[in-house]
């Protein structure tokens, strides 16, 4: 990784190990260790219920978003250039999948006999090189608030992440969250903070930030904070914390008081489900899987959240994001190094969850109304750096895969030129990829929504992909 000095554009080797300490409940009960305060789930009831928008049919009931923080290499993944010199070319050769022509990498194996269920989109385009501008716009439809950079903290001026609108537009019911992200935050040490924008609320407000699953899903003894109660603390007992929570909130809800107050009450029992249920507990409890699908989608933490995802779409979650886990050695952000990383560390675990998912969902039923997102935030430099066999940033042409809920089966849609490094047909923005996604959903992606302030936002500010769709 290029290091990052004086507020320029650039990057820093990841040092830090990601501390996954426990969360303390708060004395109000454990409600608030979900996030959950009384005030909020009343914010999150009224914004979703009064926005006046008419939502159209959806293809796709849930989503579920593999994000590659770090930037995935096109011309490793979905796009070699087998006649291409060798300084493009790169280690890896391409091999024939299940659709005829349709060619990937030899080290996407397993995925190679499912490209009859995906589609592949090799003409992603924009100009940010910076990872957090450009995750920003992967996770959101819109640019970010400052452009080429990699030192601006999430801000309340943030759009939206794509969890967020659904949470707002489509929430879930039956006590289910929303919006669940794991296993962390995607993190950059430039950025204040570390923490990356556009994986929040943003301008709709902390109510809709996502539910975060920490820790390392592979670990026998993981246990989602929060969704159980202490030893010392039973549901009787609990009502009472709630109560508590009523009072310390009643002047938030006097400021609301055109709220409605079934809305109010219906949420706060949605809370106590939370906590409190079975179904629930059932659904983050990775214990009830058969040893046979936890190894089919790999025992290491990306199998593992891939499955968890699966296991929350089925409850009743409509949109899970997965942040390529902090594994110490920076991600797809294969600086140096390339061929060793991706054969090693990368692709394998990738290649395993990615399609074991695929058929895991297919077999269920579940594919045809579930969307299954794979990308990056920008791909990698045509030329090979020669000093440490690495890639460096490249916006200009990356690719990405959609699957499931309205989306073709057997596509490749778009096309790059020789190199892999500009499209040459059907350019596809960052906010085209998630307006499409959005809409597959059932979200009036041309529609406003009005922040906190009464400020009209367009929901996505891409166009939908319709030759890409069902």
Known sequence: MSRFQNNMLGCVEFQQSIRYGRRHLLHAGAIGA???TLAGL???TALSQNTGIELPKRRAKACIFLFMWGGPSQLETFDLKPEAP????????????KVPGMQICEHFSQL???TDKISIIRSLTHDDPAHLSSGHATLTGHLAPVLKSDADPPSSKDSPHLGSLIAKLRPSSGGMPSFVAMPWKAFHPAAPGGEAPGQHGGWLGSAFDGMLLQGDLNDPNWRPQGLSLPADMDLERLDSRVELLKTLDAQRIQLHRSQNAAAYASHQAQAMDMIGSARVRDAFDLSQERDSTRERYGRNLHGQCVLMARRLVEHGVPLVSINWHNDGKNFWDTHGNNFKRLK???IPPADRALSALIMDLDE????EETLVAWVGEFGRRPQITANNAGREHWPFCYNGILAGGGIQ????YGASDKHAAYPISDPVSPQDFATTILHAMGLPTQSTLLDREDRPHR???GRILHELLV
């Open 344 to 346: 090693d560390d990368l």
């Open 364 to 367: 269920r039923g579940l594919l």
């Open 42 to 44: 009343q914010a999150r």
């Open 34 to 36: 979900l996030g959950l």
């Open 459 to 461: 929901i996505t500010a």
């Open 409 to 412: 089966r057997g596509m490749i």
């Open 86 to 97: 060798a300084e493009v070319r790169g280690e890896f050769n391409p091999i024939s999948t």
């Open 112 to 114: 190679a006999n499912l």
